[in-house]
């Protein structure tokens, strides 16, 4: 866990502090397979935090999820990175099978610490999937993590019980496990740019 007295202070961004892009992919498009989604502003907002970070020097890294089967198989349209994604030219691009970015290739963790970065700010999709997976993942391994929530969204899911849980809840729920256990410090992109600016 982060120390509590750095957690709780105002945001700052390091000059170097690393944005990850976590599958923003054409197969999220899918509404016939993934259902309903929240948050419609979050590619807005995803494109705002890179232009800032491409204002500012900082480093991108995108992450792309390569599914078995369905929409994010790779070979599939789906697989593809949405276009405003698409466009960038990453500092690192990262393809991984699961959840985690830090189990993909090459390896995030190990370009991380040849850099020397510390902090890293989690924006993409799914925010209760592989965002916060990536966020958990990088708050144990001692990164300062930063996670936009609206520069995220979720979809409706399905229960063991047959409850279907809307996405906007599911959300609400990844912003109170990641902030209650220090596990990042949870924000809005408007948090973000104004310390990008600083």
């Not at 979050?42 to 999820?65: N, S």
């Not at 989690?122 to 209760?128: D, F, H, K, L, P």
């Not at 229960?159 to 849980?165: A, Y």
Request: proline share 6%; aromatic share 8%.
């Amino acid at each position: 866990m982060t120390n509590t007295d750095a957690f709780d202070a105002p945001l700052a961004l390091d000059p170097d502090a690393v944005l990850l892009l976590i599958d923003v992919q054409r197969g999220f498009e899918d509404t016939d397979f993934w259902g309903p989604r929240d948050n419609p502003e979050a590619e807005r907002r995803m494109a705002e935090l890179i232009d800032a970070w491409q204002a500012t020097g900082r480093p991108v890294v995108t992450v792309q999820h390569a599914s078995k089967a369905g929409p994010l198989a790779e070979g599939t349209p789906g697989f593809a990175l949405k276009d405003f994604v698409a466009a960038l030219t990453p500092a690192l691009h990262v393809t991984k099978t699961v959840n985690s970015a830090f189990y993909g290739t090459p390896d995030l963790h190990d370009w991380l610490r040849e850099r020397g970065a510390r902090q890293v700010v989690v924006a993409g999709i799914i925010t209760n999937v592989c965002c916060e997976t990536t966020a958990r993942m990088a708050g144990n391994l001692g990164y300062d993590t930063v996670f936009p929530l609206d520069a995220t969204h979720s979809f409706d899911a399905t229960g063991p019980d047959g409850v279907t849980v809307p996405a906007a809840d599911l959300a609400r729920a990844t912003a109170t496990n990641l902030h209650a256990n220090r596990f990042a410090k949870v924000v809005t992109t408007e948090q973000v740019l104004t310390a990008a600016k600083a």
